[in-house]
């Protein structure tokens, strides 16, 4: 036997603490370490493994995007069927569904598994000697298609397993050779929007729901793609030859958690049919809290001995069925078809509707996304509508109805409707775009957007005021509110001295904002706040950042387009002007060191968050805690020191009361926070 030379050790020692930290950021979500000593981490691995290249190996962390693109993807059989589930709508359906599998399996009563049921599509990995081998999607239940590298760039879906992640998955029993596990693959809401801006921002087609963009995600050729697009994935079956590994299903989730793989926390054990009902209006109610999309609850049979025998349909099993909750969607007319002018001079048309009430919510507007979007629908100003709204997203047409007789076709205008600049579209672009560099309705959109919450942080900053400062030429870039005088201020419209000041004082404090606040501030193309915060970490400085070229393909997930973008907009002589005037006002260019910082009144201290606050959003929250020193991770723990409590709170706070964790709400946390 060969000894390990120190640099197979490190190598090996590497990928283990790599493993370890991807799964305690992707599948916990309670990272603990920051983005920047991972990358540091990621990059020695790489460079030895460069020295080293005998010893590379498919499983290593350096390998989720690799290789070349696909030609295409190889059809594979599954060796089990993947079945779709029954679906209903009514209670009084569930109630029959529990009658047959008590009749069917001749007990009085059976215990459930309540499951969100995920809108994405759905997966089957192969696991050969603890290794991932291929992934697969449901195709037609009986064929799909290996889409193997493009799964690998999901960071939580782990590329091997050791032996004690197996124990823990298969209840210490001997492990088999092969195993398959099955789950949704989803993008998040977060995601999905950040990735919609950024086709805007390109000009390409913007895609119509989370849903719909992991799919198409999926079937990129190209696993660099893909692993821009942060996809996740949530795992929900085990298959060893053909069936469960465990007696229950409620096992199954257990060991799959334990061997790594990302579960959904949000499931419960029914130990009766009334249970699965709460479990249904429970989620009904608290959906929209959630960061990604769910069309239903699952209901599985807990003993998955009774599976055999329940057996199935053609289509799907007797052992599980989906209740779905009823789609947000409502039929109104289009009294309008109008555009709006985005940041990056994009003209998004946008129907003005006979409001109608969808799901509780008064909708007036639809987004109709763009030109090739108005053509698929062929939709016309008169025309009856189906439009749709899900989660937070703007609410979408999703087909027409009825035409109108007289229904009036719409064109895009000839010249931007803000500035009557030309409007153009470039060769293979979808969206067309207000040619104008000056145009006040990019100047506003990018004021709103440097003064968000997330970005600079100017409180008050609206856009009746945004719209004055632009109309009345008192602001021509960002930099200029900089050297707005209180009396200025004063004298706009619906602005008393008090708010002048207190506005004034806003727009001073945010000079203070932290270097990824900044960088996201600029609103540069593709550079969304993850990547801002990344960027932060890596370059220190705005300087550092703008003079940058090689280096910025180091910075881990930045990938060619995006390193692409922020070369040109800091080359753009416009921008460098904006940026002297920035520096010039007193805008922070550096990071802030750890003894700088402002007070830290939470530090050390540990968070969870459970339900939704008001007014606040949860990363709002998290950016609060994080900067006031303190820390927020994902499950209640003893270390915690503080559940803060929302509305509609989750199983952690049962948790939190368990262990006799403190609890908190939200005016608790701010008194804190001060
Ligand atoms: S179980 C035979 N569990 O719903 C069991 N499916 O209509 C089939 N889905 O193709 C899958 N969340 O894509 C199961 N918690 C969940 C699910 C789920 C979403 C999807 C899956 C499946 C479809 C069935």
Redesign the pocket.
């Known amino acids: 036997m060969s000894v390990a030379t120190s640099v197979e050790k490190e190598i090996e020692k590497l990928r283990d603490e790599i493993r370890y930290h991807e799964h305690r950021y992707y599948v916990l979500n309670d990272p603990e370490i920051s983005d920047f000593e991972f990358d540091k981490l990621m990059r020695r691995l790489q460079e030895l493994e460069r020295q080293r290249p005998e010893l590379m190996t498919p499983d290593s962390p350096t390998q989720r995007v690799g290789g070349q693109p696909a030609e295409e993807f190889p059809k594979v059989r599954h060796a089990v069927p993947?079945?779709?589930?029954d679906?209903t709508y009514s209670v009084e359906e569930l109630e029959d569904f529990d009658r047959r599998v008590r009749e069917l399996s001749g007990r009085s009563k059976v215990e459930y598994v309540g499951?969100?049921?995920?809108d994405?599509?759905?997966m089957a990995l192969t696991y050969e000697y603890g290794v991932l081998t291929h992934s697969v999607t449901?195709g037609d239940g009986t064929q799909g298609e290996d889409v193997t590298a493009n799964v690998k760039t999901i960071r939580s879906v782990p590329l091997r397993l050791e032996a004690k992640k197996l124990d823990a998955l298969f209840g210490g029993h001997a492990h088999p050779k092969r195993f398959e596990v099955?789950g949704?693959v989803i993008m998040s809401r977060a995601a999905f929007e950040q990735l919609n801006a950024q086709r805007e921002a390109a000009g390409e087609p913007k895609f119509a729901n989370p849903r719909n963009s992991a799919a198409g995600t999926m079937r990129l050729l190209d696993p660099k793609l893909v692993a821009e697009r942060r996809l996740d994935m949530y795992l929900?079956?085990v298959l060893v030859n053909g069936g469960a590994p465990l007696p229950e299903h409620w096992q199954v989730f257990e060991g799959l958690a334990k061997a790594g793989f990302k579960v959904n926390p949000h499931r419960r054990l029914c130990r009766s049919f009334d249970e699965v009902l709460g479990f249904i209006q429970e989620w009904e109610a608290k959906r929209d809290s959630l960061d990604y999309e769910i069309d239903g609850i699952?209901v599985k049979v807990n003993d998955t001995r009774l599976w055999d025998e329940l057996g199935r349909t053609a289509k799907?099993?007797r052992w599980?069925i989906?209740f779905k909750y009823p789609a947000r969607q409502a039929t109104t007319v289009v009294k309008d078809i109008r555009v709006q002018v985005g940041r990056t001079g994009t003209l998004t048309p946008v129907a003005d509707l006979e409001p109608v009430d969808v799901g509780g919510v008064t909708v007036s507007h639809a987004t109709l996304h763009n030109m090739d979007e108005i053509e698929r629908l062929g939709v016309k100003i008169g025309d009856s509508v189906l439009i749709q709204r899900a989660g937070e997203v703007i609410p979408q047409v999703v087909k027409v109805v009825e035409p109108a007789p007289d229904g009036r076709e719409f064109h895009i205008p000839k010249k931007c409707p803000v500035c009557g600049g030309e409007v153009f579209r470039a060769e293979g672009e979808v969206a067309y775009r207000c040619v104008n560099a000056a145009c006040p309705a990019k100047l506003k959109e990018s004021l709103l957007h440097f003064s968000r919450r997330r970005a600079m942080n100017i409180d008050g900053l609206g856009e009746a005021l945004v719209d004055q400062l632009v109309d009345k030429g008192m602001v021509r870039d960002v930099a200029d509110l900089y050297s707005l005088t209180r009396d200025q201020l004063a004298n706009l419209e619906r602005m008393g001295d008090k708010s002048a000041s207190n506005l004034r004082e806003e727009i001073e404090n945010s000079k203070q904002a932290d270097l990824a606040r900044v960088i996201f501030a600029l609103g540069i193309p593709f550079v969304g706040e993850r990547t801002a915060q990344l960027l932060a970490e890596h370059f220190g400085s705005l300087d550092k950042l703008a003079s940058a070229r090689q280096e910025l393909e180091e910075v881990f997930e930045v990938g060619p387009k995006v390193s692409e973008s922020i070369a040109r907009f800091f080359r753009e002589k416009r921008n460098q002007e904006v940026l002297a005037k920035l520096r010039e006002a007193g805008v922070r260019f550096e990071r802030k060191k750890a003894a700088s910082r402002g007070p830290r009144p939470l530090e050390g201290k540990q968070f969870v968050l459970t339900g939704t606050l008001p007014n606040y959003s949860r990363d709002e929250v998290q950016r609060m805690i994080e900067e006031a020193g303190g820390r927020v991770t994902g499950s209640v723990s003893k270390k915690t020191d503080y559940v803060v409590v929302g509305r509609e709170p989750g199983s952690k706070l049962e948790k939190a009361r368990s262990l006799g964790v403190k609890t908190i709400n939200g005016d608790e946390l701010l008194k804190l926070l001060k």
């Open positions: 993947m079945l779709s589930l679906n499951e969100l049921k995920l994405g599509l759905s449901r099955r949704e929900y079956q699952v799907s099993p599980a989906a």
